[in-house]
T-cell receptor, first 114, second 110 residues
Framework: KAGVTQTPRYLIKTRGQQVTLSCSPI?????VSWYQQTPGQGLQFLFE???????NKGNFPGRFSGRQFSNSRSEMNVSTLELGDSALYLC???FGQGKWNEQFFGPGTRLTVL | AQSVTQPDIHITVSEGASLELRCNYS??????LFWYVQSPGQGLQLLLK??????LVQGIKGFEAEFKRSQSSFNLRKPSVHWSDAAEYFC????????FGAGTTVTVRA
């Protein structure tokens, strides 16, 4: 099975712009979670989608949003970019809840905001 | 809030020596615990996981971890470190999301 894929791998934007990142989960996985990784804050949970519905959300401002499509692929969007949004954004997919919620991570998208 | 603590920010170990990385979790019901490894510029790779049962868990790449409820710990060990083990290691706890420790960077010297 192919792993979790994320596109693009690298992205450079300027303050005030918006950005969309994409994640394709492992085939058969219906849950997609997003995490932000920064040197200062570490790995932080953004949100989780399951069957096109946001199930859980972390403590991030409304500028961060996401969606999931019927094929389980997910996108996250960040509007009005700030310098502090520079980070590695990781997507993880899982089959579902409980012990089946073992999460498999993609390689990440490195976002740099100038 | 439930949390995970990794007390060691950075560890240096000689190639061939043993390695132990510490992880403590906050109290709660039997936790789902994981260890992940991240090489520079890469995503997270699962080394091993603990859900219940046998408290000594074997993982990939020769790693193992021991769950100790009395100490709220889930320490990762490897008997003999290889240069390729140089990376950052994260302990994590799962409820509806993964809560990660701050990570431990491992440097391997020749």
């Amino acid at each position: 099975k192919a792993g979790v894929t994320q596109t693009p791998r690298y992205l450079i934007k300027t303050r005030g712009q918006q950005v969309t990142l994409s994640c394709s989960p492992i085939s058969g996985h219906r849950s997609v979670s997003w995490y932000q990784q920064t040197p200062g804050q570490g790995l932080q949970f953004l949100f989780e989608y399951f069957s096109e519905t946001q199930r859980n959300k972390g403590n991030f401002p409304g500028r961060f949003s996401g969606r999931q499509f019927s094929n389980s692929r997910s996108e996250m969007n960040v509007s009005t970019l700030e310098l502090g949004d520079s980070a590695l954004y990781l997507c993880a997919s899982s089959f579902g809840q409980g012990k089946w919620n073992e999460q498999f991570f993609g390689p990440g998208t490195r976002l740099t905001v100038l | 809030a439930q949390s995970v603590t990794q007390p060691d920010i950075h560890i240096t170990v000689s190639e061939g020596a043993s390695l132990e990385l510490r992880c403590n979790y906050s109290y709660g019901a039997t936790p789902y615990l994981f260890w992940y490894v991240q090489s520079p510029g890469q995503g997270l790779q699962l080394l091993l996981k603990y859900f219940s049962g046998d408290t000594l868990v074997q993982g990939i790449k020769g790693f193992e971890a021991e769950f100790k409820r009395s100490q709220s710990s889930f320490n990762l060990r490897k008997p003999s470190v290889h240069w390729s083990d140089a990376a950052e290691y994260f302990c994590a706890r799962l409820d509806y999301k993964l809560s990660f420790g701050a990570g431990t960077t491992v440097t391997v010297r020749a």
